[in-house]
């Protein structure tokens, strides 16, 4: 997906080796990882812990940011208004439970698509989720760094980048830095479909191709490999507000 130098959607792919191995998903990871609160991943220190409870490894935090989007889409929500006392603890660090990799789209803010708060999340967006390196970093900084149990890829119904990049396709021009996107985006498209079917499969098999660099990523491998970390691939309906599981 260009990101060494020459742009060629090629070479991110070639520089990375997939190690997908043993991985089925996060129903796979469900039947084999143990999650209680002694997890690795789960552990919590601190003030913020005691204010914000925070789910424990990859399964869980799935778990809740399912609920989470079960209260938003009936509007039940509870967690974005964050009191004082909860501004304060996150003075003091954060330890967010998931990264979510979502698009620009200012219909699908990711902390109010699965109603959750100040220091829940870190959020990582780029239009069409089309990684390179400063979003590969800021990722990787959530993982190594603070921890962080879940990768979400986002995707979502009606994605202007995504659409643009099948246009694209097609023959439309498009300008300079509106192309690098849609250059990253092209693979997915299925040529066999046509009109929004082509749009609305490529959105999916999108989603599908971010995780999988994802998962071919070094730096994460080990993790994966372990259990302490797991990258899925989810999609955000517009029309419903629901986000499910890409597989």
């Known amino acids: ?93 954060q330890h967010p439970f998931a990264v979510v990799l979502g698009c620009v789209d200012s219909r699908v ?8 708060g100040l220091g829940d999340l870190l959020t990582v967006r780029s239009a069409g989720e089309v990684l390179d390196e400063a979003v590969l970093g800021s990722i990787a900084y959530g993982v190594l760094e603070l921890a962080v149990p879940l990768i979400v890829v986002l995707g979502h119904q009606g994605c202007g980048a995504v659409a643009a990049a099948v246009h694209a396709d097609e023959g439309v021009e498009l300008a300079d830095h509106i192309g690098f996107l849609a250059d990253r985006i092209r693979p997915a498209i299925d040529h066999r479909l046509e009109g929004e079917a082509r749009v609305d499969a490529a959105v999916t098999e999108n989603v599908r191709q971010v995780r999988d660099l994802l998962l071919a990523e070094p730096d994460l491998a080990v993790r994966i490999a372990d259990g302490r970390l797991a990258v899925i691939g989810a999609r955000y309906e517009l029309t419903s507000q629901r986000v499910h599981e890409v597989s």
């Open 1 to 93: 997906m260009g990101v060494d130098g020459d742009g060629g959607p090629g070479v991110f792919i070639a520089r990375r080796r997939l190690v997908r191995a043993g991985w089925g998903g996060l129903a796979a990871l469900a039947a084999g990882l143990v999650c209680g609160p002694s997890a690795a991943s789960g552990v919590r220190s601190g003030p913020v812990a005691a204010v914000v409870p925070r789910p424990s490894g990859p399964v869980r935090a799935w778990r809740e940011l399912s609920e989470g989007n079960v209260r938003w889409r009936t509007f039940h929500e509870s967690r974005p208004d964050r009191a004082g006392e909860v501004r304060r603890a996150l003075v003091g660090g």
């Open 109 to 116: 803010p990711p902390e109010l698509v699965f109603d959750q």
